[in-house]
């Protein structure tokens, strides 16, 4: 085959390589034209259907409101609460009536809503009753028919609410979310504030140090669990070593069970010392006023510190005890015990914290930023609670399985020559 023919034959085949690929790009067209006929014939019969649906009235007739609103009986928050001996009004709201007379007072203007053509507004002290009835209460299962909603209570807990108050299930809900939102946004760097100040400092530590013996004590750190229902597609990273989802409550306690600071939100799979290590707190501890404040033992400088339980790295500023072990020194013993006595503080302000607040017991199940805010909320009421003299007895006691926190073993320089001379202060300085 000489050249001539041979670019002949090349010439012939790209010519019907470019009318095959001619034909293949028409086809395509056309098939992507016929699709979107489809799809537009599927929308106008879908359109068709809904229009024959309206007017054929066949299936609105059953989901018609009828009715503006029901008639709704609040006897009970109008003629019994009123009635109620003291005690029975704190089994019911959680506080006591100054308390709550007090609560109302401050947080009424930011609650407080104009009345309608249609109908009054709820009185504030009705949605401050309302809102701290749902808190105290179990949280139990929540509707999925109102989950979009993401009001701050069960089901149960809002029909009970509204059938008591005399108001609707969803405006029930509404109240206990604006009074958790209200309380957080207002009140909540104006009662957990930690010590700031030289006065402030120096009062914190003498506390410490004149009920439970420890000296140079600036706060009890440590983090609770409160279960949730985790977010979807994040399940395993709020599945605790409790073996539950949860969020993680990291906070700082005073000598008077008075929350100093709250970080909430964390999930449940990360342990208390790196939820600590990235929060703000860990920054602030840092700052040099507080190393203004020390004690010298031994030739040792003692800052004002946090105390914490083994589940923190050891640091300047971050007190822990010895790892339990056999054959434990007595010195070493003795510095947990002295510990551990100042320590409790945190562990009794959690406990009263949910005793007080019982829907912190059980699985929140509704849209973690409203969890985050609940809680905050409940420590808020907390601090107003023992500021107040408005103590909680301990009267509702809840089985738990007794789980061992992970150890921390990381220690910074300089740590460990405080904590042993602490040790030796407690040797010299019995109770």
């Known amino acids: 085959m000489d050249d001539k023919t041979l670019l002949g034959l090349v010439q012939l085949y790209l010519l019907k390589k470019k009318r095959l690929l001619r034909e293949i790009n028409n086809f395509s067209l056309e098939f ?31 989901n018609r409101r009828c009715v503006w609103s029901f008639m709704k009986n609040s006897r009970w928050w109008s003629e019994i609460v009123p009635s109620m001996t003291d005690q029975r009004f704190k089994e019911n709201f959680r506080l006591n009536r100054t308390t709550f007379y007090e609560l109302v007072r401050e947080i009424g203007p930011h609650l407080q809503k104009n009345d309608t053509i249609f109908r009054p507004a709820v009185p504030v002290d009705k949605k401050v ?8 209460s179990i949280s139990s299962f929540i509707d999925k028919t109102l989950f979009f909603l993401n009001f701050l209570g069960s089901t149960c807990e809002l029909r009970t609410a509204a059938n008591l108050f005399g108001i609707g299930r969803s405006t029930a809900g509404q109240i206990l979310h604006d009074f958790c939102s209200v309380l957080v946004d207002t009140f909540f760097h104006r009662f957990i504030k930690f010590p700031s100040t030289s006065n402030e400092i120096n009062d914190t530590v003498n506390d410490f140090y004149t009920k439970c013996g420890y000296p140079m004590c600036i ?11 985790p977010p979807f597609g994040f399940e395993t990273d709020y599945f605790n070593y409790k073996k539950y989802h949860s969020v993680i409550m990291l906070a700082v306690v005073n000598s008077s069970l008075l929350f100093t600071y709250v970080n909430v939100g964390a999930p449940g799979r990360c342990n208390d010392s790196s939820v600590f290590s990235r929060s703000t707190l860990a920054d602030v501890i840092q700052l040099p006023i507080y190393a203004d404040h020390y ?16 589940a923190f790295a050891l640091k300047p500023t971050v007190i822990k005890p010895y790892a339990d072990r056999p054959n434990m020194p007595r010195s070493q013993g003795l510095f947990n015990y002295r510990l551990s006595r100042c320590r409790c503080s945190v562990e009794r302000a959690f406990g009263s914290l949910k005793n007080r607040f019982r829907c912190l ?43 061992k926190k992970p150890p921390c073993n990381t220690q910074t320089a300089g740590a460990a020559g405080i904590r042993e001379a602490l040790t030796v202060f407690f040797e010299q300085n019995p109770l």
């Open 295 to 310: 004690m010298t033992i031994n030739n040792i400088k003692i800052q004002s510190h946090l105390i914490a339980d083994s």
């Open 129 to 136: 009753a309302c809102a701290l009835y749902l808190i105290g």
């Open 219 to 229: 706060g009890s750190l440590d983090g609770t669990h409160i279960g949730i229902k």
């Open 32 to 62: 992507y034209r016929h699709r979107q006929n489809n799809h537009r014939a599927l929308s106008y019969r879908n359109r068709l259907i809904l229009c024959l649906l309206i007017l054929g009235n066949a299936s609105l007739n059953l």
């Open 361 to 403: 017991h059980k699985k929140l199940e509704y849209n973690l930023d409203h969890v985050c805010t609940l809680i905050k909320a409940a420590t808020i009421l907390h601090n107003m609670c023992i500021i107040s003299d408005d103590y909680m007895e301990m009267e509702w006691n809840i089985p738990e399985i007794i789980y």
